[in-house]
């Protein structure tokens, strides 16, 4: 994931009058050599570091999170409490069981090619294929695993009025990830919404 999935969604809401921030995690829009040397810590920090920046300029910050994104999301509001927190298919749990073997399988190889991995007239979209959709990346698959088992662990400490939004479509991430979230959270404000029609990047599907 980069920046750009949130990109249509981040203009619309700053149109209506708020500020916005979409951190560029570490590894993630630039390469996969670079994407390889990052690892969990790296990525939450950047999420907290934004976060701390916001609340330096802003009365209130609200947190929005897609994919690992949301996992990230459920972690930082677990921790810093903030008013309102948006999770976008966010990946507590993932279709492809063989997540739990990473930390096994990064140990014998970084990345795996895949194939028929369809290509794109943008050019920024067809060089993010090229470096990263065109792989299978074990080593950082253990990464996000491991924020996966945190995220479970932190959502019962969730009070955050919540919006936990799901898409039917999802080949990615399964409907039962947001009924964990919804389920476990501890907030007294808390929503589900299901989209029937869009798939795992709701943030440009909807």
Not at 21 to 37: A, Q
Not at 158 to 167: P, R
Request: with cysteine; charged share 25%.
């Amino acid at each position: 994931g980069s920046p750009h999935d949130f990109e249509y969604m981040a203009k619309e809401v700053n149109r209506a009058g708020f500020t916005v921030s979409v951190p560029r995690l570490p590894g993630h829009g630039t390469c996969g050599e670079d994407f390889l040397t990052t690892t969990a810590r790296d990525w939450l920090r950047r999420a907290f570091d934004a976060y701390y920046d916001l609340k330096a300029i802003c009365d209130r910050v609200y947190v929005v999170g897609l994919s690992m994104g949301g996992v990230i999301a459920l972690i930082l509001a677990s921790q810093m409490n903030p008013p309102k927190l948006v999770t976008l298919a966010a990946a507590t749990h993932v279709f492809d069981k063989r997540i739990v073997l990473t930390p096994i399988l990064k140990l014998f190889t970084k990345k795996m090619p895949r194939e028929n991995i369809e290509k794109y007239e943008d050019p920024d979209i067809e060089y993010l294929r090229k470096e990263y959709w065109s792989y299978n990346w074990p080593k950082q698959a253990a990464e996000l695993y491991k924020l996966m088992k945190l995220a479970r662990k932190s959502v019962s400490k969730i009070t955050s009025d919540t919006l936990v939004v799901a898409a039917k479509n999802d080949n990615m991430v399964p409907m039962k990830a947001a009924e964990f979230i919804y389920n476990n959270i501890r907030s007294e404000k808390r929503k589900l919404l299901v989209f029937e029609k869009s798939g795992h990047v709701l943030s440009n599907d909807v």
